[in-house]
């Protein structure tokens, strides 16, 4: 019986030069270097374009979250304008630029939020600080911190009412060396263990109600920003 060679159907003489091109090149630096290019640019190319889709909802939730916190330390009768739209950022000669909301009702500067830090335990404390005409705190509250959890985060609304204290006080109503915490010499209770925290927010709001009797006359013959 004589033996006969088949070959393979799948084996087109049209495959074999690709093949053969792809198992020379394949080991080569260039082909990955081309491979782990194409791959990195194919996957910033899927990021922009989820980026692109959801940008408008993450600006919208944005702002959003920034007018929630407005309202908590600037009262919405305070003011006809919109804050957020109205922003301006100050060059101050002690604190650098300071983000301010100006609040106005009938075009008259009733009251400002600002956004101020200082560094913390664990990096910067972020504040908004929310104040009247007459430099009286209407609100404070912290944006944003790194502090250590279930020990100094009591400054969060959230956690504990401390940062509520401040509500009321003014540079009028409170002696400048009591704006400290009690280890410190003044009236501000800090909390066991953590006291640089509270050290920091009260020396941010301080600065806040500094901050206010340099720029209070520019701001209030600022006009507001017409939508």
Same mark, same amino acid.
């Given at each position: $019986?004589?033996?006969?060679?088949?070959?393979?159907?799948?084996?087109?003489?049209?495959?074999?030069?690709?093949?053969?091109?792809?198992?020379?090149?394949?080991? #080569?630096?260039?082909?990955?270097?081309?491979?782990?290019? =194409?791959?990195?640019?194919?996957?910033?190319?899927?990021?922009?374009?989820?980026?692109?889709?959801?940008?408008?909802?993450?600006? /919208?939730?944005?702002?959003?979250?920034?007018?929630?916190?407005?309202?908590?330390?600037?009262?919405?009768?305070?003011?006809?304008?919109?804050?957020?739209?109205?922003?301006? +950022?100050?060059?101050? /000669?002690?604190?650098?630029?300071?983000?301010? @909301?100006?609040?106005?009702?009938?075009?008259?500067?009733?009251? $400002?939020?600002?956004?101020?830090?200082?560094?913390? @335990?664990?990096?910067?404390?972020? !504040? $908004?600080?929310?104040?009247?005409?007459?430099?009286?705190? =209407?609100?404070?509250?912290?944006? /944003?911190?790194?502090? *250590?959890?279930?020990?100094?985060?009591?400054?969060?609304?959230?956690?504990?009412?401390?940062?509520?204290?401040?509500?009321?006080?003014?540079?009028?109503?409170?002696? =400048?060396?009591?704006?400290?915490?009690?280890?410190?010499?003044? !009236?501000?209770?800090?909390?066991?263990?953590? *006291?640089?925290?509270? %050290?920091?927010?009260? #020396?941010?709001?301080?600065?806040?109600? !500094?901050? !206010?009797? %340099?720029?209070?006359?520019?701001?209030? +013959?600022? #006009?507001?920003?017409?939508?």
């Amino acid at each position: $019986m004589t033996q006969e060679t088949i070959t393979p159907a799948a084996q087109s003489p049209a495959a074999t030069p690709v093949r053969d091109f792809f198992d020379r090149w394949r080991p #080569k630096v260039a082909y990955q270097s081309l491979s782990l290019g =194409l791959i990195c640019g194919l996957v910033a190319l899927l990021l922009l374009v989820g980026n692109a889709v959801t940008k408008s909802t993450i600006d /919208a939730q944005l702002v959003e979250d920034q007018l929630a916190v407005l309202r908590q330390v600037l009262p919405a009768a305070l003011y006809d304008n919109n804050p957020l739209l109205d922003k301006v +950022t100050l060059q101050d /000669a002690e604190l650098g630029p300071i983000e301010v @909301y100006p609040a106005r009702k009938d075009g008259v500067l009733t009251g $400002m939020a600002l956004s101020i830090s200082n560094i913390g @335990y664990g990096g910067p404390i972020q !504040q $908004m600080v929310g104040l009247d005409s007459d430099g009286r705190i =209407l609100g404070v509250r912290v944006l /944003a911190h790194k502090e *250590t959890p279930g020990l100094a985060d009591k400054i969060e609304v959230a956690k504990s009412d401390w940062i509520t204290r401040f509500d009321g006080l003014s540079l009028e109503n409170t002696a =400048l060396g009591q704006w400290k915490v009690k280890k410190d010499g003044g !009236q501000f209770d800090q909390f066991a263990g953590a *006291t640089i925290t509270p %050290r920091a927010v009260v #020396k941010s709001i301080l600065q806040a109600l !500094q901050f !206010q009797q %340099r720029h209070q006359a520019g701001l209030a +013959t600022t #006009k507001e920003v017409q939508p």
